[in-house]
């Protein structure tokens, strides 16, 4: 035990002492909020310049789709949206800027082309008379028209056709409102018997920071675990510690040591993100709801410490069978396809929860830190099938150390080849006792 | 009709320095390699013990099967008296051959590890560490990472490492290679005074020079198996005079003398002759002053090297 604290505040000490831990501390975060601020603010930047000329020979039809458009801007359909998110919008005469022109004659239409080509504005909207009772009408733009964009248009088009046509009709113009107010579905989930906050976004967005941790965690701190081992292979140092402590005290210490600087790192940067990122989060509208129960930052926990150290087990275990970082960077790719995997597994989590297939997969231990995790998010799954899969966890982990911890100590014979999967069975054999 | 009395005396211990490392019957086989077979030796406390042996021959194997790094397939590692376990780590010092420090790491911060894991608590692994860097002209040096250090200073801290805490069996694999001669000579009277005090020593190199000035006790391992093993003085003595060293000007035909001369060296300087079995030194001393001038004859006992060389050869055969 003493022996496996030794080496655990060596990795410690001497990593956290290095410019490269605090470099990579203090930039990825600064990168992180560049890259998510600069879509953004790229696309505000965007909207303020748009300008429409809606062209129709009514004018009340284009006064009446002007005024549709400019009530509901793109964007702002999400299905999770309510009313007091609308109000944090800003108001969409600040996007959008829309004329209307009643010269629905060809000659107009070349003096819009010239204005789109000199930028004077960004498109218009054909509402000819003709083009209205055929059912299509036609947007110019200097950019083709997003999905968003394209539902907006052909939505006030249709909403003010339907008024119309329904005004023709004789009804009065509230009942035609009454007709024409959308239903809209409410998405309530069911968590432990209750009605639970959080919506599908915030669940998505659980499982998302979960997976981003693992993968970020896995991808520095495994590669540095490999990389570690091999150092003291090819320093040959490895012959002295084990002259000195047990293999696996040596291996031990190495991971949990790694490990500890991982974590060190983690919380500095969910400490950053709760001085500086939470509140801009937290106005955002769709994350105002967001609301994690204690449960799953338990599960959190548990999971991604198990995670972590079962990948970070696995990059020692390369470390331990090769010679040199380029032969485990040919090997390491075969520790992501779990990872990726269980990706891919998400959706089937998002759609059946307890079907078969995920709760077997989510109790295989290379899985079981994402998928099992993904399934308390979603679904809470019996409590027989989280205990087990962290049994498992832990099992797998403690049989791939001493595994590690062979390999590694056998290691100390063999110099200079890889090791092929014989030869390592064959190191097995040798290291029994 | 045997005396109960005199069963008893022949059962009674003989008087002898306790062993240190006793091996018996060591084997050690990797796949169809056998690197140790059916090795027996003996190390008393104290002195300084010779591990000799050509490359190949098994010598690391043997280590690390005495330290516990590896385990023998068959046969039994006892150490102060006891079978080998971990618990005995601790009185273990090891310098291997290949030398390895963590190369980021600062001296003083490394050794205070190395001595941690033997067991020393930091305040007495940096008293220790301090005192050899000392003595080992390191101090200006301790607080410089190891990969700042030359070569040869290296050496010293990972020397310095292993007998830090003060451990009663010290194992030294090569310990002079890649030291400059004054750093040498630091390093032999440094183990020459753990000797002294008491502490056991197995030296293992191939270089005889070596062996032969600081050894008490040699063992000679060829192809994992014990050629010759006991005191320096006796292996010497079992060889025999055979040896004629002449140094002379003139016609070198008489070294071509079948009957007297079984093999020679020439160093340049002088030549190194063996003689044939049972030859008398004093035929050859006639038979080269008929032929050249001499300006030097000496008959003198073999050295280690030209030991090693024919036992290895012969065991080769």
Same mark, same amino acid.
């Given at each position: 035990?003493?022996?496996?604290?030794?080496?655990?505040?060596?990795?410690?000490?001497?990593?956290?002492?290095?410019?490269?831990?605090?470099?990579?501390?203090?930039?990825?975060?600064?990168?992180?909020?560049?890259?998510?601020?600069?879509?953004?603010?790229?696309?505000?930047?965007?909207?303020?310049?748009?300008?429409?000329?809606?062209?129709?020979?009514?004018?009340?039809?284009?006064?009446?789709?002007?005024?549709?458009?400019?009530?509901?801007?793109?964007?702002?359909?999400?299905?999770?949206?309510?009313?007091?998110?609308?109000?944090?919008?800003?108001?969409?005469?600040?996007?959008?800027?829309?004329?209307?022109?009643?010269?629905?004659?060809?000659?107009?239409?070349?003096?819009?082309?010239?204005?789109?080509?000199?930028?004077?504005?960004?498109?218009?909207?054909?509402?000819?008379?003709?083009?209205?009772?055929?059912?299509?009408?036609?947007?110019? +733009? /200097? &950019? %083709?028209? @997003?999905?968003?964009?394209?539902?907006? #248009?052909?939505?006030? *088009?249709?909403?003010?056709?339907?008024?119309?046509?329904?005004?023709?009709?004789?009804?009065?113009?509230?009942?035609?409102?009454?007709?024409?107010?959308?239903?809209?579905?409410?998405?309530?989930?069911?968590?432990? +018997? /209750? &009605? %639970?906050? @959080?919506?599908?976004?915030?669940?998505? #967005?659980?499982?998302? *920071?979960?997976?981003?941790?693992?993968?970020?965690?896995?991808?520095?701190?495994?590669?540095?675990?490999?990389?570690?081992?091999?150092?003291?292979?090819?320093?040959?140092?490895?012959?002295?510690?084990?002259?000195?402590?047990?293999?696996?005290?040596?291996?031990?210490?190495?991971?949990?040591?790694?490990?500890? *600087?991982?974590?060190?790192?983690?919380?500095?940067?969910?400490?950053?993100?709760?001085?500086?990122?939470?509140?801009?989060?937290?106005?955002?509208?769709?994350?105002?709801?967001?609301?994690?129960?204690?449960?799953?930052?338990?599960?959190?926990?548990?999971?991604?410490?198990?995670?972590?150290?079962?990948?970070?087990?696995?990059?020692?275990?390369?470390?331990?069978?090769?010679?040199?970082?380029?032969?485990?960077?040919?090997?390491?790719?075969?520790?992501?396809?779990?990872?990726?995997?269980?990706?891919?597994?998400?959706?089937?989590?998002?759609?059946?929860?307890?079907?078969?297939?995920?709760?077997?997969?989510?109790?295989?231990?290379?899985?079981?830190?994402?998928?099992?995790?993904?399934?308390?998010?979603?679904?809470?799954?019996?409590?027989?099938?989280?205990?087990?899969?962290?049994?498992?966890?832990?099992?797998?982990?403690?049989?791939?150390?001493?595994?590690?911890?062979?390999?590694?100590?056998?290691?100390?014979?063999?110099?200079?080849?890889?090791?092929?999967?014989?030869?390592?069975?064959?190191?097995?054999?040798?290291?029994?006792? | 009709?045997?005396?109960?009395?005199?069963?008893?005396?022949?059962?009674?211990?003989?008087?002898?320095?306790?062993?240190?490392?006793?091996?018996?019957?060591?084997?050690?086989?990797?796949?169809?390699?056998?690197?140790?077979?059916?090795?027996?030796?003996?190390?008393?406390?104290?002195?300084?013990?010779?591990?000799?042996?050509?490359?190949?021959?098994?010598?690391?194997?043997?280590?690390?099967?005495?330290?516990?790094?590896?385990?023998?397939?068959?046969?039994?590692?006892?150490?102060?008296?006891?079978?080998?376990?971990?618990?005995?780590?601790?009185?273990?010092?090891?310098?291997?051959?290949?030398?390895?420090?963590?190369?980021?790491?600062?001296?003083?911060?490394?050794?205070?590890?190395?001595?941690?894991?033997?067991?020393?608590?930091?305040?007495?692994?940096?008293?220790?560490?301090?005192?050899?860097?000392?003595?080992?002209?390191?101090?200006?040096?301790?607080?410089?990472?190891?990969?700042?250090?030359?070569?040869?200073?290296?050496?010293?801290?990972?020397?310095?490492?292993?007998?830090?805490?003060?451990?009663?069996?010290?194992?030294?694999?090569?310990?002079?290679?890649?030291?400059?001669?004054?750093?040498?000579?630091?390093?032999?009277?440094?183990?020459?005074?753990?000797?002294?005090?008491?502490?056991?020593?197995?030296?293992?190199?191939?270089?005889?020079?070596?062996?032969?000035?600081?050894?008490?006790?040699?063992?000679?391992?060829?192809?994992?198996?014990?050629?010759?093993?006991?005191?320096?003085?006796?292996?010497?003595?079992?060889?025999?005079?055979?040896?004629?060293?002449?140094?002379?000007?003139?016609?070198?035909?008489?070294?071509?003398?079948?009957?007297?001369?079984?093999?020679?060296?020439?160093?340049?300087?002088?030549?190194?002759?063996?003689?044939?079995?049972?030859?008398?030194?004093?035929?050859?001393?006639?038979?080269?002053?008929?032929?050249?001038?001499?300006?030097?004859?000496?008959?003198?006992?073999?050295?280690?090297?030209?030991?090693?060389?024919?036992?290895?050869?012969?065991?080769?055969?």
């Amino acid at each position: 035990m003493r022996n496996t604290w030794l080496i655990i505040r060596r990795e410690y000490v001497e990593r956290v002492r290095t410019r490269s831990f605090l470099v990579l501390t203090l930039l990825l975060p600064a990168i992180m909020t560049a890259l998510m601020a600069l879509p953004a603010k790229l696309a505000s930047m965007g909207e303020k310049a748009q300008h429409l000329v809606i062209v129709a020979s009514n004018q009340q039809f284009a006064e009446a789709v002007r005024h549709e458009l400019l009530a509901a801007p793109p964007g702002d359909e999400d299905e999770d949206a309510d009313s007091s998110e609308k109000a944090a919008t800003p108001k969409p005469g600040d996007q959008y800027i829309i004329d209307v022109d009643t010269n629905a004659t060809e000659s107009e239409r070349t003096v819009l082309l010239d204005k789109i080509n000199s930028l004077a504005i960004d498109g218009y909207l054909w509402l000819s008379n003709d083009a209205i009772s055929s059912g299509k009408v036609s947007w110019y +733009g /200097r &950019e %083709a028209a @997003g999905f968003r964009e394209k539902t907006w #248009l052909s939505d006030a *088009v249709h909403r003010v056709t339907l008024q119309q046509q329904f005004s023709e009709k004789g009804l009065p113009p509230a009942q035609v409102e009454q007709i024409l107010t959308p239903v809209k579905v409410e998405t309530i989930r069911i968590e432990h +018997g /209750r &009605e %639970a906050k @959080g919506s599908g976004t915030a669940r998505i #967005l659980e499982i998302v *920071v979960m997976v981003m941790l693992i993968y970020m965690a896995v991808l520095f701190y495994g590669i540095s675990v490999m990389r570690s081992v091999l150092e003291e292979k090819n320093s040959r140092i490895m012959e002295v510690l084990l002259s000195s402590a047990s293999s696996t005290e040596l291996m031990a210490g190495k991971l949990l040591g790694v490990g500890a *600087v991982g974590l060190t790192q983690i919380l500095a940067w969910i400490i950053m993100a709760g001085l500086f990122a939470l509140p801009t989060l937290a106005a955002q509208p769709n994350l105002s709801d967001l609301q994690v129960s204690p449960w799953v930052l338990v599960a959190f926990a548990i999971f991604f410490l198990l995670g972590y150290l079962l990948y970070s087990t696995m990059y020692a275990t390369i470390g331990a069978i090769t010679t040199t970082e380029q032969e485990g960077q040919q090997v390491q790719f075969l520790i992501v396809i779990p990872l990726v995997l269980s990706v891919f597994m998400l959706t089937p989590v998002f759609r059946a929860p307890d079907s078969a297939a995920v709760v077997w997969m989510s109790l295989i231990p290379f899985f079981a830190p994402i998928l099992m995790y993904a399934r308390i998010v979603v679904q809470t799954p019996p409590l027989w099938q989280i205990v087990l899969s962290i049994l498992v966890l832990i099992a797998t982990e403690a049989g791939l150390l001493i595994f590690c911890a062979r390999i590694y100590r056998i290691g100390v014979l063999i110099y200079g080849k890889r090791a092929t999967l014989p030869e390592i069975l064959k190191w097995l054999k040798y290291a029994k006792a | 009709m045997q005396s109960p009395v005199i069963t008893s005396l022949e059962v009674a211990p003989k008087p002898e320095i306790p062993a240190t490392v006793e091996l018996s019957h060591i084997q050690k086989s990797y796949g169809d390699f056998v690197a140790v077979s059916d090795l027996s030796l003996r190390i008393r406390a104290g002195g300084i013990y010779g591990l000799l042996g050509p490359n190949g021959a098994g010598k690391t194997s043997t280590i690390r099967m005495i330290i516990g790094i590896i385990m023998p397939d068959s046969g039994q590692v006892s150490v102060f008296g006891e079978p080998l376990s971990p618990a005995h780590r601790d009185q273990f010092g090891y310098l291997p051959e290949e030398r390895g420090l963590y190369r980021k790491m600062k001296v003083l911060d490394q050794l205070v590890l190395l001595g941690g894991l033997k067991g020393l608590t930091t305040a007495e692994a940096t008293k220790k560490a301090q005192h050899w860097c000392e003595r080992f002209e390191l101090s200006a040096w301790m607080g410089k990472k190891i990969e700042e250090l030359s070569k040869g200073m290296q050496q010293k801290v990972q020397f310095i490492g292993a007998i830090l805490h003060d451990p009663k069996l010290i194992i030294m694999d090569e310990p002079f290679a890649g030291l400059d001669p004054a750093n040498a000579v630091g390093l032999k009277d440094v183990l020459l005074e753990l000797a002294k005090s008491g502490k056991t020593i197995l030296l293992s190199t191939h270089r005889m020079d070596q062996v032969e000035r600081l050894c008490q006790s040699i063992c000679l391992i060829n192809h994992g198996r014990a050629v010759l093993e006991g005191d320096l003085t006796e292996v010497k003595a079992r060889y025999g005079r055979t040896n004629v060293q002449i140094k002379y000007e003139g016609d070198a035909a008489f070294l071509q003398e079948k009957g007297l001369v079984r093999s020679f060296n020439d160093y340049g300087n002088y030549v190194e002759v063996r003689l044939v079995p049972g030859a008398d030194a004093q035929d050859l001393l006639r038979l080269a002053s008929s032929h050249a001038r001499l300006n030097k004859f000496e008959v003198m006992e073999p050295s280690l090297e030209e030991i090693f060389i024919d036992v290895v050869g012969k065991s080769n055969a």
